[in-house]
């Protein structure tokens, strides 16, 4: 999330002689990205800065000085800290407010202060131009109050009406489904089950909480009497409440990434000081503080070693521990304890690594490349195998697609696993074959030529009960403007390339204009190639050679049949080619060779024979005269 | 001389040539005939001293002659000279373009891919594939991203409609290539250096963003592996990938797997980091990396206390758009499979 910070707002708590420049830097390479320097229409910078989520601490004008106190020094800039003292307030058992928490984890505290004699009026124009350079409009002096300190401390927090809360009662409790609220910006929103909420003595919904105040109960030019409420809400709640509303308010993006337990009280005490000095307020009740969690301080301990293991270099002992001290990290004995503000974000020797070695300066740690032992098997014979067939097709002319692991309903193919949450029609079904979504690339692509062919080479996702789905990888392959025999050609020779014997069957489909398709499943192609070829003794006698013509029958006859019985004839035939076919008269040249002695034309004339004789009487295929 | 004499010439230098034997023969022929004393020179005198009138047709008949013969020399002179002699329209026909072989192409991403793999290679990074759909378990718990996180919500990945399993959670559409992370450690097998290059899904599409793309996600688990090594690997590969001068930086981020997290940026391709109007400030961001997380360790069953590991995972497609000079402004190209985009490549 980013945030707006105005430098001299930071000034408040850092007196530097450190340039917007030098701070941007710095921030940027020790803690966190400053994206741009902006300039407030009276020429004052303000950075923004992206606060990464495990930072809940530093979406405030204090969490980023509280960095910038400890980073500056060790960066030759002068860096004096002006500490703000704490304002606790009078307090007078006066005005009462009736709390009652339905469920305890929902809000680990509960804080709240009434105020009367209030008089509402602008804000002094110091508040005024700061909360517009951080993006926020001013309202009035509470209102306002509450804002500043939500950027200036990180403490989001709401000013009822007193006097509008019915029963001076709160009931917080989580929605049912349905109920309604109209919030501050005057919308009114249907609340799903479980969003925290608060219920005044008449069930009214007074608080859509941790995001927006309710309408019912703002506090408007007529307010005498102000209901200052400060909380820590559970941060999950929060996040999914505000994410179902489609409302992301700053108040709910800073709760969701939690709130400095210890620094409740005192963000209390420091907007309820401004309210008496800028709105004439004065304390009207005690300080209603609830702790509904037990708090208890962290310790973590400091691994020295790991933290030179982990940079690759040596840090000093004594710098680790400046750097630790810097950030609010107290030691007692080989272990420190994490400040309140960082509860939630470090728990490990590792984290307490990370923060040393970021201050260290990440550019100051040499680059080393991996030494040591390799990795025993390597495996990468598939990979090897998908780069043959892939440049394999490239040289015969195919495009190399990729199309989405998702598509729609029809293109999917039956069976296909649904995504629950789909963003579109058009990615919704996880497909179980590449060739729809090829064939549709065909069609989107027909204007580009006369022949067209493409190919994809990846997973099909299959479902499994009880299993995760199978993902085998598949070559699809489909061509536009190619006879039947080539594309055939292509597969057959692809299987060759890759050093298949004996070829897998494959289908090919004959689809709409023209279009023909083949899946092959690549694993299986993987498995059947030849890990060695065994060589074949070279040898010195001649082949003969001839060319025969045969009638094909009518009837249910297929090529491999022929092939088939001729090869199996005598094993001194060494090959068959088919050479063409016209009408329905077939020419194969056929090659003999005998490996221990001369063939000669008497025995392949014997050869040829058994040959006619076999094709005959079992497929009626006789020789052309 | 008249025109009868003329078709004796042609007869008599057909019958001379067949009794050719020699290159020595073939050379008295050409003289006889060619030759600047020869029977054909001779006949341009003779041409020369006829009126105009019959010059006409005589003329033409002597260049045909000429013609023939000079042909025919050609071709014995071939024969006997084993020579080849090129004619101009010869010569020209050599000049026009070779006989094309139709191309075909590579997929962007499959070069992308493979310009990867071979950098890695010499590092002995092994190359892995694993599953786009995997469980929840091996995709954010194993991960250290607890269920409350927000990328295991609803709005940022996607989920498969099936029953959960009751002990790895719901079957997801990997946001990311890190679920090989968790099966590459469970192989039991160290020292780890991974190059895990697979589909990913995310619930986003825009000019920068698809739903489906591919990650590569380099992992080394070992003992002593410190952020130097992560540097130096990836200051490395930048140099390789996207060319000498090009250096890499670490900036602190947070992913909840590493412990540090860095958000690793390269220097402007165009100003080499001193910063000008294309990058503002020098430097662009190239991705995440980070040391793998104690916790994550502990999920592949490896004792963070005796190893240590880094990790990195980008997008294939978002980084070998930012090479210098591919000049792509829209990622869906990517898989929108226009031919005419895919032949570019």
New interface residues.
Partial sequence: MNILIPHNWLQDYVKTDAKPADIAKALSLHAFSVEKIIETAGGEPVYEIEITPNRGDALSVLGIARELRALLPRLGFKASWQERKNKIGRVVDKLKLDVQIEEKSLVPRFSALILEDVQIKDSPDFIKRRLEAVGQRALNNIIDITNYLMFDWGQPMHAFDYDKIKGAKMILRQSKKGEKITTLDGVERKLPEGVIVIEDGDGHLIDLCGIMGAKNSEVDENTKRVLLFVQVYDPVLIRKSSMALGHRTEAALRFEKGIDFEGVIPALWEAADLMKRYANAREASKLIDILNVKYAAKEVLVDYEKINLVAGVEISKKEVNEILRGLGFEFSGQKVKVPSWRYDDVDLSEDLAEEVIRFYGYYKLPDKLLTGNLPKKTNQGLFFLELVVKLFLKHQGFFECYTNSATNQALAGSGALKIANPLTEEFKYFRTSLLPQLSEVIEKNLGYSDQIKVFELASVYLAKKNELPAQPLKLGLVVRGMKFLEFKGVIEALQKEIRIKNLLNFNIREQKDGLLAVELDFEELARVVERAIAYQPLCNFNSIKEDLTFIIPPGEITYPQIEKIILETDKRILRLDFKGIYKNFLTLAIEYLDTAKQISSGQTQEIRKEIFNQLEKQLGVKLKL | MDLGELKNLISEFKSDAKRLSSVADFEELRLKYAGKKGKIAQLFDVFAKLKAEEKKEFGKKINELKNEIELELVDLQEKFLNKKVESPLDKFLKTLPGQK???????I??QAI?DI?EIFKP??F????Y?????EWFAFEALNIPS?H?AR???ET?????PP?KKYGR?V?TPHTSNGQIHEMLKN?L????LGIS?C?R???DISHL??FFQFEGL?V????????L???L??FAKNFFGPGREI??????FRFT?????VDINCALCLGKGCKLC?GGWVELGGAG?V??NVLKYGGIDPATY?GFAFGWGVERTYMMKSGTKIDDIRH??G????F??QF
């Fill in positions: 072989i139709e191309a075909g192409h590579l997929h991403i499959t493979r793999t590092l002995g092994v190359r892995t594939r599953p786009e759909i995997d469980f409350t927000p919500d609803e709005w996607f989920f498969v409609d099936a399993d079957l559409i097998e020292p780890i250096r991974m589909r899904g619930r986003q599409e739903q489906t080394a070992d003992k002593g592996i410190s952020i130097s090594h540097k130096g690997t200051d490395y930086r670490l900036r602190p981020y947070d412990e540090p997290s860095f958000e503002k040391m997380h104690p240590t990517m898989f499979n226009d031919l005419r895919l032949e």
